[in-house]
C-alpha cells in the first residue's frame, strides 16, 4: 500500500515539500536485528530527526464494543514491553514403575499453572486506555457515552467489562505459556522439563516488575528462571501532536464515520530501534475487521479484501500530502484514487 501511494503520487508529478523515510526490514518478525537495526544506525549517522513516525499496528474495528455502530480505528500510542522467560526443573532420572511423588514435569506443571490466566492485576488508568475511553466518549450515543466520559467515576468497575481477550491485553500484563519440553519415553521419568513463557508487559511495568512478580507467584526454589529476552513497554506518545493528528485526519478522509482512538500495541513492531529519533511514534494500519476477525493474521485464511487494499493506498496518499501541510484541519473523507 505504501508504495502504491508513493507510486501514484509520482505519476501525477507530485513533489512532497518535506523528506519521507520509508523503511521496510526484511526480518521484523524476528527482531529486526539485520533490517531495522542496520536503518535506525544509517539514519542515526546522518542526524536525521524525523516529525513523527507510522509503522503497523493496531487496526479499524468493528464490534468493538456492544452499543456501538460505527468503526473504531485505533491509534496505538505505546506498545507493550515483552519478556521471554524459560523455567527448568532438574532431578536425577528413574524408572516409572516406582516415581516419586513429585517428578521435574510434575513441579514444571505446577509452576506453569500458576502462570496462566489473568494472573496480573489490571493496570487500567496507568496507560493510554482512559485517554481511549474519553476519547470514544465524544462519538458513543447515550447511555454509553455517560460511562465513558465519566472513567473517574466507574473506573472500578470498567476493566470487569473487558473481558474479551483483546480488551483484558489493553489493560493488564498477559501471560503465554508458548513451549513445553520434558520426558520422551514412556518408562522413563526425565531428570529435566523446561517450559518457555511469554509475557506481553503493560507500560504501567516494568521487566524487573514483572520477574519480581513471577519469582512471587511461582514460590518454588526448584524451579529455575532464565531470561531469555526482554523489551520494556515504549513511551506514551502525545495525541495532540502534528502527527497523531495528520494520521488522524488521513482516516477520516477515508471512513469519516469512524471515531479515531489512542490505544495500546498488545504486539511488538520494529519501533524499538527508532524510539530515539522522536517522541511520536504511532502504531496503525488501516485494516477493517470485525473482532472476531483478527484470528486472521498469522493464522487461517489470512486475507484483505480489494475495497480495503484501495483504502489503504489512499490513507497513505492522504498521509503524505497532509503530512506536507504546516497545520493540521480535520474536514472530510474522499478518494484520491
Known amino acids: 500500500g505504501i508504495l502504491e501511494a508513493v507510486e501514484f503520487l509520482l505519476e501525477k508529478g507530485y513533489k512532497p515539500k518535506r523528506s519521507f523515510y520509508i523503511a521496510f526490514g526484511h526480518d521484523e518478525e524476528s527482531n529486526g536485528l539485520d533490517g531495522a537495526q542496520s536503518i535506525s544506525a544509517l539514519l542515526k549517522s546522518r542526524n536525521v530527526e524525523l516529525e513523527y513516525i507510522l509503522d503497523e499496528g493496531t487496526f479499524v474495528m468493528e464490534d468493538l464494543i456492544p452499543g456501538l455502530n460505527f468503526p473504531v480505528a485505533l491509534i496505538s500510542t505505546s506498545e507493550k514491553g515483552a519478556l521471554n522467560i524459560e523455567l527448568s526443573v532438574h532431578d536425577t532420572p528413574g524408572h516409572s514403575s516406582f516415581p516419586k511423588r513429585e517428578s521435574p514435569i510434575v513441579i514444571l506443571s505446577k509452576a506453569l499453572g500458576k502462570l496462566e490466566g489473568d494472573m496480573f492485576p ?12 474519553e476519547e470514544l466518549a465524544y462519538c458513543a450515543p447515550l447511555p454509553l457515552k455517560t460511562v465513558l466520559a465519566n472513567t473517574w467515576l466507574f473506573k472500578p468497575i470498567i476493566p470487569l467489562t473487558m473481558r474479551h481477550p483483546i480488551m483484558s491485553a489493553i489493560h493488564r500484563t498477559t501471560t503465554a505459556v ?160
Not at 489490571?122 to 475511553?133: H, V
Not at 489512542?262 to 502504531?283: E, G, Q, V
Not at 485494516?287 to 472476531?292: C, D, E, G, L, P
Request: charged share 25%.
Open 122 to 133: 489490571s493496570s487500567f488508568g496507568k496507560g493510554p486506555e482512559i485517554t481511549m475511553l
Open 178 to 337: 508458548t513451549i513445553v519440553k520434558g520426558g520422551n519415553k514412556l518408562n522413563v521419568i526425565p531428570s529435566s522439563a523446561t517450559g518457555s513463557v511469554n509475557f506481553r508487559i503493560h507500560p504501567a511495568q516494568t521487566v524487573q516488575e514483572v520477574l519480581e512478580f513471577v519469582k512471587n507467584t511461582i514460590n518454588d526454589d526448584r524451579v529455575k528462571i532464565k531470561v531469555l529476552s526482554e523489551i520494556e513497554p515504549h513511551p506514551i506518545s502525545p495525541i495532540d501532536s502534528f502527527g497523531y493528528l495528520s494520521i488522524k485526519k488521513s482516516i477520516k478522509q477515508i471512513y469519516k464515520e469512524a471515531c479515531v482512538v489512542p490505544s495500546l500495541l498488545i504486539a511488538n513492531t520494529d519501533t524499538k530501534w527508532y524510539l530515539n529519533f522522536t517522541d511520536s511514534i504511532y502504531r496503525f494500519s488501516l485494516v477493517r475487521m470485525k473482532i472476531n476477525e483478527t484470528g486472521r493474521f498469522h493464522g487461517h485464511n489470512e486475507r484483505i479484501g480489494v475495497k480495503n487494499y484501495v483504502d489503504v493506498v489512499n490513507f497513505f496518499v492522504h498521509l503524505i500530502k497532509n503530512s506536507d501541510e504546516t497545520e493540521v484541519i480535520i474536514k472530510h473523507e474522499h478518494s484520491e484514487l
